[in-house]
Structures are given as structure tokens and as C-alpha cells.
């Protein structure tokens, strides 16, 4: 597609469950980036993924976050155990490469609501 | 730790004035961003600042860098209505593995 591709746009769950989060970058970008934006905390970042590696985790809150790519394209972000805490918009970006002049383009975000 | 301050946090301003977003950003940067955000929106990208002294302007909004004070500015000239929206500034550090650290940015509305 045109630009990066979040799916759903809303999640509404029950504290406990676990849900994914999809995202499709720009084809061709071999950056992507997982950020959350909430309202205490403004925008995180979350994970950075270069091909199907992740680099850089280091903004992952706890083990009940974790992400994959794969085919270096779609990404997946899952949260177990889901707190009420983790709601936010999870917002992911693509850039053709990682770093540089190379502007991240983001998707329009998951909002994601635990009951 | 690389922070990103930006003030003010809230602007309201009339139309056809003219005001400054500042950031601050505390060590040296690789690259610096303004993006702005609609309401429910995503992050749309607005300029990218590659060196000390680059200016690059569009339309009403003109965005500077000064890599030796760390501070990045974006001018508003003439608001209108349509800039109504929240700014962010982002710097780039490729040792925190090219991730953006974001300011919390300015919420700017524009009275008609």
C-alpha cells in the first residue's frame, strides 16, 4: 500500500487477555518501529526492527511485550496479560533504511483499551 | 540518557500572528524532526534538520537548527485556523539504536 498499515484501528480487552497488534510497513522499507503514545507518558519508543532482527528492544516495558518480523515486512506486536496500564496508541513507522535523513512514516495506530 | 524538552506545551494565538516552538535537546544529535499530529490522527512529517544551521521552510512554518546550543525552533508566520494542531519535535541518536526520543509536544490552536 501507499503508506504503513495498522490493524485493528481499536482493541477493546479484558485485563488478563492477550492481544496482537499487526502492523505493514511501506513496501520496500527495511526499518520499522514500534512506538506507544499515552497520555502520561507522551510518545515511547517500544522496539526497532532492521530485516527480521531487532536491534534494539530496549524500550519493551516488561516480557509481556514482545514483537516479530517476518519476510521483512509484517510485524507483529503481542501483549500478554494484558494491564490496564498498557492502554495507549501503539503507533508503528517504516523508513527505507534505519537512521540518517531517512524520515519514519507512521500508520495511523491501534488504540488499545483494557477493561 | 538523551531528553527533549519543548515549550510551551500549549499555544493559543490568532490568527495572522506569529509565535516560536522551541526544543531542547540534551546531547549531541544525529538528525532532528518536526512532525505534526491531528486530532486522532497519526504523525505526519514535516521537515528533517541534518546540520548545525540548516533552515527549511514550508508554507507558513519554518524550522531551524543550531547543533552547538541544541535547540531546534519552529516559527509560525500569519497563523491560520488550518495549523491548529499538536507539533512535535524528535531527535535521532544512532547509538540509541535510531530510535526518535520525542519532545511531549506543543498543542497550538489558532482562533479564528
Known amino acids: 500500500g501507499a503508506g504503513v498499515s495498522q490493524s485493528p484501528s481499536n482493541k477493546v480487552t479484558e485485563k488478563g487477555k492477550d492481544v496482537e497488534l499487526r502492523c505493514d510497513p511501506i513496501?520496500?522499507?527495511?526499518?520499522l518501529y514500534w512506538y506507544r503514545q499515552s497520555l502520561g507518558q507522551g510518545l515511547e519508543f517500544l522496539i526497532y526492527?532492521?530485516?527480521?532482527?531487532?536491534?534494539?528492544k530496549s524500550g519493551l516495558p516488561s516480557d509481556r511485550f514482545s514483537a516479530e518480523r517476518t519476510g521483512g515486512s509484517v510485524s507483529t506486536l503481542t501483549i500478554q496479560r494484558t494491564q490496564q496500564e498498557d492502554s495507549a496508541v501503539y503507533l508503528c513507522?517504516?523508513?527505507?533504511?534505519?537512521?540518517?535523513?531517512?524520515?519514519?512514516?507512521f500508520g495511523a495506530g491501534t488504540r488499545l483499551s483494557v477493561l | 540518557e538523551l531528553k527533549v524538552e519543548q515549550n510551551p506545551l500549549f499555544l493559543s494565538m490568532q490568527e495572522g500572528k506569529n509565535y516560536t516552538i522551541y526544543c531542547n535537546y540534551s546531547?549531541?544529535?544525529?538528525?532532528l524532526y518536526w512532525y505534526r499530529q491531528d486530532p486522532g490522527k497519526s504523525l505526519e512529517s514535516l521537515f528533517v534538520?541534518?546540520?548545525?544551521?540548516a533552515v527549511k521552510q514550508e508554507g507558513r512554518l519554518m524550522a531551524s537548527l543550531d547543533t552547538k546550543a541544541r535547540l531546534s525552533t519552529l516559527h509560525i508566520t500569519a497563523a491560520v485556523h488550518d495549523l491548529s494542531a499538536t507539533y512535535f519535535c524528535?531527535?535521532?541518536?544512532?547509538?540509541?539504536?535510531?530510535?526518535?526520543?520525542f519532545g511531549a509536544g506543543t498543542i497550538l490552536r489558532v482562533k479564528s
Open positions: 546531547t549531541t544529535s544525529d538528525r
Open positions: 513507522a517504516s523508513s527505507l533504511r534505519p537512521g540518517g535523513k531517512n524520515i519514519q512514516y
Open positions: 524528535a531527535v535521532l541518536r544512532r547509538e540509541y539504536g535510531n530510535k526518535l526520543v
Open positions: 534538520l541534518l546540520s548545525n544551521g
Open positions: 526492527f532492521q530485516g527480521n532482527s531487532a536491534p534494539d
Open positions: 513496501s520496500g522499507h527495511t526499518a
